[in-house]
């Protein structure tokens, strides 16, 4: 039986493209209150609300499983979570958990319907829903009333839903101007649409443009005097294909929008705002760590080491200057930070022959298109920066093969945009002749189709560097089906982040022996698992079904490049595809094999030292029994580090 999650994808842009304009038709991916004492909040205070799916945490199984959100939620200014759900099994089990860990964290909560499930005819069901979480202490409450809203659901009978909580409500639905022509029964209303457009629920065309801010006009139109959510998003990018029955590729024009629109909502000074979303994994709009507890349903294809924790970090003086009623976020910068975002590949780039997409799919929503993402010619190939400073002073970006770009950057929030480079992306800020904050991103901009697909997601880093967390196994589960590739696997490449820019990784590298000696190199910037760009990833077997050894090295031992440690790396000319993978994941690690792998990109082991040494009786990985020694340190290199593909390597020694 599909769950919610998986036929909310599809069906909830059927159900809305009746209301296309500025209704919310970018559908999330799926699925008490700020109290003040007795009396509840007031209408007239500016509070921050999250849009948190329910529907893809079904597993979690005590209220502690909620505790690292709510306390991390609270701590960034965001006031309450909007729990979005549907009408899973699990889905009371859920809010009876949510709403038990806000109240122990001092966090408000509130429901909102999400009509991709929910159908117009469900008054009584929504409003004995809203009586039965209304009284708990973690609900929030508006001006005396229970607040709750909604995903769509336009047409609902609210009268007969106020009849049916049998408490005040106070109701702030996702209603559209245009599907809604009378407000008056609405206490307030969420406008989702938090991306440019063109109306039709697509990235903006020549002649069919609506900015964010034209929605806010729409709404706060429409809506008089009553309050108004302006939602602030800041990416959106989605990509199943056939592989899952909810098939959808578009993306629509992010780039700096999320710097551009914390700064409107400081300027138009909204009663509310809802960030857009906690944890949509599914649209590339999270907000929080990979490693929040969550279902796979598809995305971690493009969702696996591309960590969005520096947006959270930088929207919290913005957070704290909004609801102050700042006009600036100056006042609000407790430190000196650089937050910067890329996608991992230029839109360039050719994945037609292993994308995902390139087959027909289920199109009844009429979201999916084959290939390149629709819309994605409405992005800028950049990397942008922002900087949080307290006092002036010079930025200097370098990305990849690009010439280094030096801009001076105000004291406050200032944002730029460098054009893309592949190789490393280094980020440094000095004042006054001294050197500030310095490093190097964890994740270079890429020419190969990591895992074989168009990935439009964008990485997140931020300096000073803070760890963060990675995928779990629930978290990577579907990231296998439907590749057409096989040298991609369900591992995490940049683990935590435990030792970031600044800070040394150290690896292992193989000897001639099998032993293995200490190296050390700036932070591994290429994946875990990158696929190569031919369609073919397994070896091509000889007559015999041995592919050839190279002949004129050794199967393994080190491999310096002379200017420093490798950093990235490809397998040499003329050997099969299947050395492409190991060769990027060992190389990316200071251990290139000559002859077996080509060194691409070195770094200096500019951070200094520590002492690792690694050690066993025999090799961890070996190459399967229809390959020969070509394969062995490389297997036995790279199934020690937790990467150990079953087209060309086993642990079973």
């Not at 009746?18 to 509840?40: D, M, N, Y």
């Not at 429901?111 to 117009?120: E, Q, T």
């Not at 706060?220 to 108004?228: D, H, I």
């Not at 082991?605 to 340190?633: H, I, M, R």
Request: glycine share 10%.
């Amino acid at each position: 039986m599909l769950s919610f999650l998986q036929v909310a994808r599809w069906v909830g842009a059927l159900f809305l493209l009746e209301g296309l304009f500025f209704h919310a038709l970018a559908a999330p991916t799926r699925a008490g209150s700020l109290v003040r004492k007795q009396t509840g909040a007031s209408a007239t205070d500016r509070l921050v609300f999250c849009h948190f799916m329910i529907g893809i945490v079904g597993q979690r199984q005590t209220a502690a499983d909620y505790d690292e959100d709510m306390k991390r939620a609270k701590a960034l200014g965001i006031d309450a979570f909007a729990l979005n759900i549907g009408v899973d099994p699990y889905t009371d089990t859920q809010l009876d958990l949510a709403y038990a860990s806000a109240a122990s964290n001092g966090m408000k909560v509130f429901i909102s319907f999400d009509f991709n499930w929910f159908s117009r005819g469900d008054a009584q069901v929504v409003g004995q829903k809203i009586a039965k979480y209304g009284s708990k202490s973690a609900q929030l409450v508006v001006d005396g009333k229970v607040f709750a809203s909604s995903f769509s659901g336009d047409g609902l009978d609210v009268s007969a839903m106020r009849a049916a909580a049998g408490v005040d409500v106070f109701w702030a639905p996702n209603f559209s101007p245009s599907q809604t022509a009378d407000p008056t029964h609405l206490d307030a209303a969420l406008n989702w649409m938090a991306w440019p457009n063109n109306g039709q629920n697509k990235a903006p065309s020549p002649g069919a443009e609506v900015t964010v801010q034209d929605g806010d006009n729409a709404y706060t139109q429409w809506l008089g005097s009553k309050p108004y959510i302006a939602p602030v998003s800041p990416w959106f990018s989605t990509h199943f294909g056939p592989e899952v029955s909810y098939s959808k590729n578009w993306v629509f024009p992010s780039d700096l929008l999320w710097y551009e629109r914390l700064t409107e909502v400081l300027a138009s000074k909204p009663q509310y705002i809802e960030l857009v979303t906690w944890n949509d994994y599914g649209e590339s709009h999270y907000l929080t760590s990979l490693s929040s507890t969550h279902y796979d349903d598809g995305n971690s294809k493009w969702v696996n080491d591309m960590p969005h924790d520096g947006w959270l970090d930088m929207a919290k003086p913005f957070l704290a200057a909004y609801k102050a009623g700042a006009d600036k976020v100056d006042d609000f910068i407790e430190d000196d930070q650089i937050v910067y975002w890329y996608r991992p590949t230029l839109k360039s780039l050719d994945c037609d022959a292993t994308d995902t997409t390139m087959k027909a799919a289920n199109n009844e929503s009429g979201n999916y298109f084959m290939g390149r993402p629709a819309g994605h010619e409405t992005l800028e190939d950049s990397v942008f920066v922002v900087t949080l400073l307290k006092a002036a002073g010079s930025v200097t970006v370098t990305s990849g093969d690009q010439q280094p770009v030096t801009f001076n950057a105000p004291a406050g929030a200032y944002a730029q945009k460098i054009p893309m480079g592949v190789g490393q992306q280094s980020f440094s800020l000095t004042r006054d002749g001294k050197s500030v904050l310095s490093g190097t991103s964890l994740k270079d901009i890429s020419d190969v189709c990591i895992c074989g697909i168009y990935n439009f997601n964008a990485y997140v880093g931020k300096l000073p560097f803070e760890g963060f967390g990675s995928l779990d196994k629930d978290g990577l589960a579907s990231l296998t089906a439907g590749l057409h590739v096989s040298t991609c696997s369900p591992t995490p490449s940049l683990g935590s982040g435990d030792s970031g820019p600044g800070v040394p990784h150290v690896t292992a590298t193989a000897t001639a022996t099998g032993g293995f000696t200490t190296v050390t190199q700036s932070p591994p910037s290429q994946p875990t698992i990158t696929a190569p760009p031919a369609a073919t990833t397994t070896a091509a077997p000889t007559a015999t079904g041995v592919v050839p050894s190279p002949s004129s090295v050794p199967s393994s031992g080190p491999n310096p490049p002379k200017n420093g440690t490798c950093t990235a790396g490809t397998s040499a000319p003329g050997l099969p595809d299947n050395f492409i993978g190991l060769c990027q994941f060992s190389c990316a690690r200071g251990y290139c094999p000559p002859g077996v792998c080509v060194c691409t990109s070195t770094s200096r082991p500019a951070f200094g030292a520590q002492a690792v040494k690694l050690e066993w009786s025999k090799p961890p990985g070996c190459p399967l029994p229809t390959l020969n020694d070509g394969y062995k340190g490389l297997c036995a290199f790279s199934c020690a580090n937790d990467y150990c593909p079953d087209t060309a390597c086993t642990p079973a020694c």
